[in-house]
């Protein structure tokens, strides 16, 4: 390739005068400061900032996007390092990469990996069987070094600020950490409570039985349930938090009576659930979580339709996050209704939404949120994180939504170097898409560049208050 | 803006010759007489011909897009005019919207209001907080002039036939008094009965009382209340009404013995309705006005699909049709059986889908509609009536349902002054996509043009018999 | 038309630089040899070679996609040639098709026809009312010949290998004579066991009496009829089929103890089957299909979601595949999983998945080809099999599935003529497609052309074992 593995036109319109425009857009946005308003980078990054272990540890074993495709094509989670009796040697990890690395062509994670490579490590050739040893030890050699560290990555990527996620069971301590470190780099935690919301999840009553030793509050009982939720969130919020999130099966929402919402938890906490109230109890929760926003400002995201653990197999032997999450249809209108009815117009109110179901974009979600003055979109989610699904949402959400109901990008990666990756790949397409609504004369060029800061930087700032 | 608020271009293709190609066969249509089969406007204008009274209540109020992006960026009602104790002064109204204008960037609604004051009113500057006056004079100052008035305009729009939306129980005066009037623009009624086929419907029992009372039939009885819709119906042609029209929560048909119509009938009417019982008496009234179309002619439209007053608070305190109504999954094979096969390769009857709901243009309206003799497809509605919602029409059903199933344009507007914009958008996208059609060697230029014309007049003019 | 009926750039991305690349992408591929591993030709014509004996015979009267348009604008069965007192006069039908061939306009079936009349009756004018006769001579004047014989257009069309379609108690003797012959066409069956795993096929009971009978096997026992089903695929391999293919409503499977199942097919076999009955025992069949697949090898295809004989009318009077298949909505994640449980992670299991539904490509089809190992994903189907139903297959799930996950083209065709187009037009798609590919940087031109080979040949011959 004439021009290594980025080229600096990627991701633009073929048009000529449309894919100048878009240049040009980019070049208006493409240093703005990140803001990462959630992610799921390792907090122990932030309070220790150790070194990376070695390339395959970097890049292979933790990413999902990277295992599940090797595994679609009959690579095992054991020659990946995965499970009992794996393979410990990340040279010949890498190696198993390197030689199904073509699998990867059009896809997301290739532009991701590619960027990385050569940005981070001055690769300036495809990964291929006959590449992989070199390319193995052109990052290996520079992880000890001082500038691959995370707090170093931070401030060479132009992080604002970045959100963790964490269980609301969690000390937060690397949090303290990095607070107390004379680092300066703004990481704030997110507060994610689905190991106490959902009565399908793992130690459930044991979980409420940690939430009460660690809050003080009594939660065998609704409104001690509920203080102890107060209270987790407070500690949250003194450590920077501005946003909780809730990963729910599904967006359903519910506003029970407060005597039929102490006898749902009774029956949940008691162990004694009926068919629908582990479903009925999270969409209950919701609403309450809700509720608490609008006494402590934490604004909220919702991230529904995922089956996870599609694989019983590969759950029960390599676990959670192996690539085996399935996205299935949903539908909000009727589900959120409830939590909307009661508290969606009170000002006070952010609820960001996301999808796995693109239908919804333009019958549901644009529709939404071009009216409930809480309702924001979020950008695209997980598989739709790409080239063409970032476009399709665009296309399909804008009209109705307008640009002002969305909150910018999200990285949502667990992947420390894909950050800025994923954030050029958006500000490219991003510019694209204004640079065609110029050319049809949607848009002003003026507006445009504005619109192309917001998209960037100011919508994710605003939205998420950081 | 050098072109002012209307590019000649705007929403042609980037391409430069197929651009060239799509203007010419814009040229082509571009004036045409509109066909305006469905639509809102209201009967009065037709009838008495009044000034509109100032630029709020022409252009903010009344429309439903404008307030609902309002609302969601935290404008209040009250603000806008609407409620009690609300803003009563049209220029501090006019002034709130122009302050949020920004936030239509890229929407439908500001291409149909710049158009609308661009064309009738002479503006060339976008409206913006320091535009607001002088904006909000150039058009007060000629809304008491004749040209402006409902007549004049619908004269200067090029209007050869437009059809109102109308309650089976209205007494249709306003179209007599057109009829009766000097004025030859050509009005017809559209039989609208939701309110007397929907058992949850405001005050369905008196609807049907009074049904009663103005047709002499026995409303009473399943018999004496389909002799009173063919009464309603033939008052609704002897005035000029081609079509009825059904706003139903969904498709749903049956085809029940008469014992069990009967049986139904006596349920609903009789306040003892079981649970299923109203859905069923709607889905058999659609077969029912099917076979009365049978009998008179008038052609069928089915609007399913709307989630009406999404927030109930909304709904009590600022009433129906306020930008809360939001669309829900729909899905017709299954639904639409009962009717089709009642009477469905029947060649009296023309039945015109419309959704909200895109899953359904590939999956079931374009594969039923290139199918079944009576079925013809809508154009995209209300959200997807938009630049994007267009082109996936186009590119979701044209291939399986063919043009010629297919009924052009409906502009379905309540808002008098966007007519014309919505026409000419509709007709810069198909411009648009028959020149993609042609540069792709899909078409022939030929019959291109012959389609170009058909898509702007003649499909909609055979389908409703206008 | 300068260029007559087919125009060499036809179905190329407009814009100049990426068309070019687009078109030697082509020019690479077009002439490599055709798989067409899943169809419906009929088997006689490879046993018997046959002549054709007219051109409505040929083009019209079988063609459900050609008669179902022409049905959708009025045209009578009868006058096609369809049900009791019909049209026989081929000419008379050819005319009445011509007189309707602009409705095609725009669509698939005139990508196809004008190809075939083109390239295999060197028409080059338009078939219309004032063409109609001179068109009907030249066709039907080539088809005594032999070079028009099935055997000679196999030959010609430059097909490497072909799949039939075959009724499990089929007896396949016309796959033996083409076997017995001194011609060296590779043909091969298809096992679609539908009739004897569809408890709601007509004659279901007597289907598995003759199952039996063909056999050998006690088909009135659970494990008798299982062993049924081993004798019968062994008797396809034998005569080289390496696929089966399973045409139901849904995609459900079941994964039954051994005691739930034979219980489930006494009461199926016993006439005694209640509520559901019929769903669950196609679904537990196709994990019996599955767990046969580990043992034989056969590659699974399911074909689900479509409505079949959607009206009554039409089916009692002209029967099946007369165009009044109707998709209808799928899901995949929960409906597959007990089969992809049981045995979705043996990678000794191909099972390629086809939808009419395309909201599954994006969020659940390419998800699930893109982890699990067994899967694969069929391409754009029925409705879909056309330029922008492949392009919306490519946008929305090679992303996430990558190209390696997919299989390639099917024609998945009974109208033998339309073969060489069929391929013609997914080639010019996918190079368009690639081509837009490589303009973005998304693919290196070197890769770009590899994957074009693949899709046009390498994918099929290898997913399908061919």
Redesign the interface.
Known sequence: ?ENGLL?P???????H??RALARDLFYAVQDLPIISPHGHTDPRWWGENPAFSDPAALFVTPDHYVT??L????VSFESLGIGTDCETDPRKIWQTFAEHY???????SR?WLDDAFSRLFNVNE?LAPKTANDIYDAIAERLPHPDTRPRALFDRFGIEAIATTDSALDDLSWHIAARESDWNGRVVPTYRPDAIIDPDAQDFNANLDRLGEITGCDTTTWDGYLDAHRSRRLAFRALGATATDHGHPTPMTADLSIADARALFNRVRGGKMTNGDAELFRAQMLTEMARMSLEDGLVMQLHSGA?RG?????YRDYGPDR???????V?F??AL?PL??AV??D?RLTLILFT????TY???L????????C?RLGPPWW??D????MR?FR??A???A????TVGFNDDTRALCSIPARHDVARRVDSGWLA??I??????ET?AYD?AALLAHGLAKKAYKL
């Open positions: 390739m080229h036109d990627r991701l633009f319109p073929a048009d005068a449309t599940r495709m595994i679609s094509q009959g073509h699998l990867f062509a059009g896809t997301p532009i495809r089956f599609h694989s019983s197999q590969v690539g085996f999450d399935i996205p299935i249809p539908s209108p009727v209704r909307l009815d969606g117009m000002p796995l179901d693109e239908t333009a019958r549901e644009a529709p939404l949120a071009g009216v409930w003055p309702l598989f739709h790409s080239f063409e699904g399709r296309e399909m804008m009209e109705t307008g640009v002002f109901n065609e609504m050319v049809t004369h949607r848009l002003d507006e619109i």
